[in-house]
């Protein structure tokens, strides 16, 4: 399932039931004046290319393949996607870019068609890889002590601040390593434990040992959420992910003590009755809870800590590929589980 305002978990409202009958549709006002959302419509490939293979129909391909070629066509602002496109002028709306909120699981899926393709999608690699040195360039900085972190980009303004739903970079650009030049394989595999790196010590700088939705980066502070709304926990996964996926790809033991931390923290925090609850300021062991338990904390969260302290073979990374929440799809000639229609 895809939420509403990204392609990770961002909560938003849902479409009127009604909508699928009638065969209307509109934006959010809120989204660049009802601009498409990047993650939303950037984040179709794996499931839409699957969906084409095992059925034989040709139409959910065709229809990815046709925004992914009309975006490879558009010029990029500072070498990146910006979040908001006009679906009736067909151009970019705010210049905003992020790995974070609204754009992070575009990303994801271009590393993750390539993969699931078994080397067939080669725009798909392409466009990685120009965006991996544009993201280098453009998105990532180092604080004062030396953590490195993704910024978000607002026209030419850099805005010093991580999203947790960006927390999956670390594993993103470890796994996406070993698929670029031979020459800055090295640097992306450091890049990814560098940043799983920064996002530990946004849980391990709160009073919780929980991170916080966002945390910021000033000559004063560093990792830290600065601003009430940005101080909550809603059980998101990216951080774990990321220690999954350096773990298989590492074995680096201090990934799992990482997960057994936030395993803990998760337990003793959020327990509640009947399930697990999330909170409103990770900086306060009293933190009053929100009550909601988060349909991905079942589909993700839960499960990547699962796999984290799982053999390799449950789930092995080089015959399945994990969608953007935590699905597992089989990667094409290499898993019998993928049954494409000859």
Same mark, same amino acid.
């Given at each position: 399932m895809m939420d509403a305002c990204d392609g990770r978990g961002c909560p938003g409202t849902l479409p009127d039931p009604g909508s699928i009958k009638s065969g209307a549709s509109k934006n959010y006002a809120w989204a660049s004046s009802s601009s498409s959302i990047l993650a939303e419509f950037g984040t179709l490939h794996l499931e839409f290319t699957y969906l084409s293979d095992i059925t034989g129909n040709p139409v959910y391909k065709e229809k990815v393949?046709?925004?992914?070629?009309?975006? /490879?066509?558009? @010029?990029?602002?500072?070498?990146? %996607? $910006? +979040? &908001?496109?006009? $679906?009736?002028?067909?151009?970019?709306?705010?210049h905003h870019m992020s790995m974070g909120a609204l754009g992070d699981s575009f990303y994801e899926y271009l590393l993750k068609s390539w993969i699931q393709s078994n080397g067939e999608d080669v725009q798909a690699l392409q466009m990685f890889q120009e965006l991996a040195e544009a993201i280098n360039d453009k998105l990532v900085f180092s604080s004062k002590s030396g953590l490195r972190y993704l910024a978000d980009l607002k026209y030419d303004r850099i805005e010093h601040k991580m999203d947790h739903l960006a927390c999956f970079a670390g594993g993103f650009f470890a796994i996406g390593s070993e698929f670029m030049p031979p020459n800055r394989q090295d640097y992306y595999l450091q890049l990814g434990k560098d940043l799983t790196h920064t996002c530990h010590e946004s849980y391990d700088r709160t009073a919780t040992k929980l991170g916080p939705e966002s945390f910021r980066f000033s000559d004063a502070s560093e990792a830290k959420a600065l601003k009430q709304n940005e101080k909550y926990y809603i059980q998101r996964p990216e951080v774990i992910e990321s220690y999954f996926v350096l773990w298989r790809v590492t074995k680096d033991p201090k990934y799992r003590q990482w997960g057994w931390e936030a395993a803990q923290a998760i337990d003793k925090h959020c327990r509640v009755d009947g399930g697990f !609850?999330?909170?409103? +300021?990770?900086?306060?062991? @009293? !933190? /009053?809870? @929100? @009550?909601?338990?988060?349909? %991905? %904390?079942?589909? *993700?969260?839960?499960? &990547?800590? &699962?796999?984290? %302290?799982? *053999?390799?073979?449950?789930?092995?990374?080089?015959?399945?590929?994990? +969608?953007? *929440? /935590?699905? $597992?799809?089989?990667?094409?000639?290499?898993?019998? /589980?993928?049954?494409?229609?000859?």
């Open positions: 393949n046709h925004i992914r070629d009309f975006l /490879a066509k558009m @010029d990029k602002p500072q070498g990146l %996607f $910006p +979040n &908001y496109l006009n $679906p009736k002028t067909g151009r970019w709306g705010q !609850s999330g909170l409103k +300021n990770v900086y306060m062991l @009293d !933190s /009053a809870k @929100d @009550d909601v338990q988060q349909s %991905f %904390f079942l589909a *993700e969260t839960l499960k &990547y800590l &699962y796999l984290l %302290f799982s *053999e390799d073979d449950l789930i092995p990374l080089d015959s399945w590929v994990l +969608n953007t *929440e /935590a699905h $597992p799809l089989p990667i094409k000639g290499k898993n019998p /589980a993928y049954k494409a229609v000859s």
